[in-house]
């Protein structure tokens, strides 16, 4: 089972991205989903996740500008970035919770992708 998270890039403030992150590999089920972010020299922070019943939870940071959507036919996971500014700056990781057939229930991450808001 891996988690790829493709999206990122350079954007000016104010500005908007879309990070997706794809499940691939055998699963039974791929239950709460999320994406958490890196900053440098911070250590990691919850950005938002979304159940499998779609219901949505976010950090403080993001309310109101990120939103979190999900595809449970292609088990992937979105996020929305809307007025994006440069503290939005990090690294972004999805992470999903899976039952495999291979192994016993538990998250797994994405490599993370580099979002960089910069004029």
């Known amino acids: 089972v891996q988690l790829q998270a493709s999206g990122g890039g350079l954007v000016q403030p104010g500005g908007s991205l879309r990070l997706s992150c794809v499940v691939s590999g055998r699963v039974l089920s791929v239950n709460d989903m999320g994406w958490y972010r890196q900053a440098p020299g911070k250590p990691r922070e919850f950005v938002g996740s979304?159940?499998?019943?779609?219901?949505?939870n976010y950090a403080a940071s993001v309310r109101g500008r990120f939103g979190i959507s999900r595809d449970n036919a292609k088990n992937t996971v979105y996020l929305e970035m809307n007025s994006l500014k440069p503290e939005d700056t990090a690294v972004y990781y999805c992470?999903?919770?899976?039952?495999?057939?291979?192994?016993?229930?538990?998250?797994?991450w994405g490599q993370g992708t580099q979002v960089t808001v910069s004029s």
């Open positions: 979304i159940t499998r019943g779609r219901w949505t």
């Open positions: 992470k999903a919770d899976i039952t495999a057939p291979s192994a016993p229930r538990h998250d797994y």
